[in-house]
């Protein structure tokens, strides 16, 4: 049985702009780093980051029940929910927070460059 930290999912595109922000904010909540766009064919695609270890079986359970509680309806069959590497749910979330400007993960005393740091944390800044 395969199990990994990060996952990806894929909708088909008939999502409105605010059942995305409403998928946007539960991941905001839920997931250590996250990131929500659209693809090329206008599919959307939730790349998230959590703190366990979980197979795929167990991330998809998760976003049912969250688009069950956010009232979206969205006929899911297939693969739509595959486990990823921690490397590339990293690289897609680093690029998506590149690019709206914010560092949503990082603690605030952690963005300034003049803070001291306990050995046992590490911190790494995303640019």
Known sequence: MQ?????R???PGGLRD????????????????????RDDL????????????????????TIRT??????????LRGRWCSLITLREAMSVCATDCG?????RDTPAAARTEDV?????IRIVTLR
Request: with cysteine.
């Open 3 to 7: 199990v990994s930290k990060a996952f």
């Open 9 to 11: 999912c894929a909708f």
């Open 18 to 37: 605010d059942q995305v922000s409403s998928m946007r904010r539960w991941a905001d909540l839920h997931c250590a780093q996250s990131s929500i766009f």
């Open 42 to 61: 206008g599919n959307v695609v939730l790349v998230g980051l959590k703190d366990e270890f979980r197979t795929s079986a167990s991330f998809a359970r």
């Open 66 to 75: 969250a688009l069950r509680r956010y009232c979206i309806d969205v006929p």
């Open 99 to 103: 690019q709206r400007g914010t560092a």
């Open 116 to 120: 001291a740091v306990d050995e046992d």
